[in-house]
């Protein structure tokens, strides 16, 4: 995840603050509201390969960001717990 600066921070942190005055968003919100940032990044003036490009390295880095974050810890504790799928 990318590090802002403390600036950006404090500005970013009004967006957040609603998310969670907001409570539980379903799948459909959290996709929607993706949407509407990912729609709003990079506004290039048209939506040329550099700009797809760079919207879809923004997903991707925030998905290999969960994963990393989230789910593997998930997964090597099921492991530990249950053994590995591969063993016999």
Same mark, same amino acid.
């Given at each position: 995840? $990318?590090?802002?600066?403390?600036?950006? +921070?404090? !500005?970013?942190? /009004?967006?957040? /603050? &609603?998310? !969670?005055?907001?409570?539980? *968003?379903?799948?459909?919100?959290? %996709?929607? #509201?993706?949407?509407?940032? #990912?729609?709003? =990044?990079? $506004? =290039?003036?048209?939506?040329?390969?550099? =700009?797809?490009? *760079? +919207?879809?390295?923004? *997903? &991707?880095?925030?998905?290999?960001?969960? +994963?990393?974050?989230? %789910?593997? $810890?998930?997964? #090597?504790?099921?492991? +530990?717990?249950?053994?590995?799928?591969?063993?016999?």
């Amino acid at each position: 995840m $990318p590090y802002v600066s403390r600036d950006a +921070r404090r !500005r970013l942190q /009004k967006v957040a /603050k &609603a998310l !969670r005055k907001a409570g539980y *968003l379903t799948p459909g919100e959290a %996709a929607y #509201i993706t949407w509407m940032v #990912i729609l709003r =990044t990079f $506004p =290039t003036g048209g939506a040329g390969f550099e =700009t797809h490009a *760079l +919207r879809r390295g923004v *997903l &991707a880095d925030v998905s290999d960001e969960y +994963r990393e974050r989230f %789910a593997k $810890p998930y997964e #090597i504790e099921k492991r +530990r717990q249950n053994g590995d799928v591969t063993e016999p």
